[in-house]
């Protein structure tokens, strides 16, 4: 049914497809129409050294799920911090994303990490998702940002 598949730079063409298809509609209704600052921002999850990327398929060949992020080294033990995380809107409330979080775990597990850590926005159907599936908001920490 499901495969989880890791993805690397090569897939970035249609890492972009599935991720503007989530994204730039509701809840999010991210604006990516610069197709150079999406490009950037892809490679920037993707491309790097540290950078851990999955896909899930349904069957062999339909990208329907993203997980972007990377390797953390912390005093704790590796993480695995997601910065993006997503499920084709059509596919979503069927499964799919749970099984997907399921399967990442293991994977990761298996590399010897020791943790999954994300930020999501509690106004959004992922908050109660992920508290659904075993993840634990943090009490300590707290978003900042600031524009220049």
Same mark, same amino acid.
């Given at each position: 049914? /499901?495969?989880? &598949?890791? =993805? ?12 503007? +298809? ?24 993707? +491309?790097?050294?540290?950078?851990? !990327?999955? $896909?899930? /398929?349904? $069957?062999?060949?339909?990208?329907? $799920? =993203?997980?972007?992020? /990377?390797? &953390?080294?912390?005093? !704790? #033990? ?18 799919? #994303? !749970? ?6 775990? &293991? ?19 992922? /908050? ?11 009490? !300590?920490?707290?978003?900042?940002? &600031?524009?220049?």
């Amino acid at each position: 049914m /499901y495969k989880l &598949k890791r =993805l690397g730079i090569e897939d970035k063409e249609e890492i972009k497809a599935v991720f503007t +298809g989530v994204f730039t509609k509701e809840p999010w209704c991210d604006d990516w129409s610069d197709k150079e600052q999406l490009d950037m921002y892809i490679c920037d999850l993707v +491309g790097q050294g540290y950078s851990l !990327t999955y $896909g899930l /398929y349904d $069957g062999a060949d339909e990208l329907i $799920g =993203l997980s972007l992020g /990377y390797i &953390k080294h912390w005093y !704790t #033990g590796t993480e695995y911090i997601i910065n993006e995380l997503c499920i084709k809107t059509e596919r979503q409330g069927t499964g799919a #994303g !749970t099984f997907f979080i399921n399967e990442i775990g &293991k994977a990761v597990k298996e590399l010897g990490l020791k943790q999954i850590f994300l930020l999501t926005d509690t106004n959004v159907p992922a /908050y109660e998702f992920y508290k659904r599936n075993g993840f634990v908001e943090s009490e !300590t920490c707290v978003a900042f940002s &600031k524009f220049i």
